[in-house]
């Protein structure tokens, strides 16, 4: 049977060991997370890029419907204009 001191000095090795072992685990954590918030910020960086293009989308669709709706007036202006020089002549 040990001795009370050999049994403390296996006690007092069982915890370092247990505290090295935490400490890499702790270091491997860290490095996970590091490593996982340069992806979130990359996906961030994605993120706004996304929405510029879709906003840059959508404003491509307003300025070409706003100009069909232009060059729709603009004909209906012009056939009313043919219509009143074409009761005005008679």
């Known amino acids: ?9 296996a ?8 505290e090295a072992r935490c ?4 270091v491997e954590i860290k490095a996970t997370a590091t490593t996982t918030l340069r992806a979130v910020e990359g ?8 929405v510029a293009a879709l906003l840059a989308w959508a404003l ?4 070409s419907a706003n100009a069909a709706r232009l060059d729709h007036l603009e004909a209906m202006r012009a ?7 074409d009761v005005s002549a008679y």
């Open 1 to 9: 049977m040990p001795t009370p001191s050999e049994r403390l000095a």
């Open 43 to 50: 996906l961030k960086g994605r993120s706004w890029a996304m």
């Open 60 to 63: 491509a669709q307003v300025w």
């Open 23 to 26: 400490e890499e685990r702790l």
């Open 79 to 85: 056939a009313a204009v043919r219509e009143v020089a």
């Open 11 to 18: 006690l007092e090795q069982r915890l370092a060991d247990h």
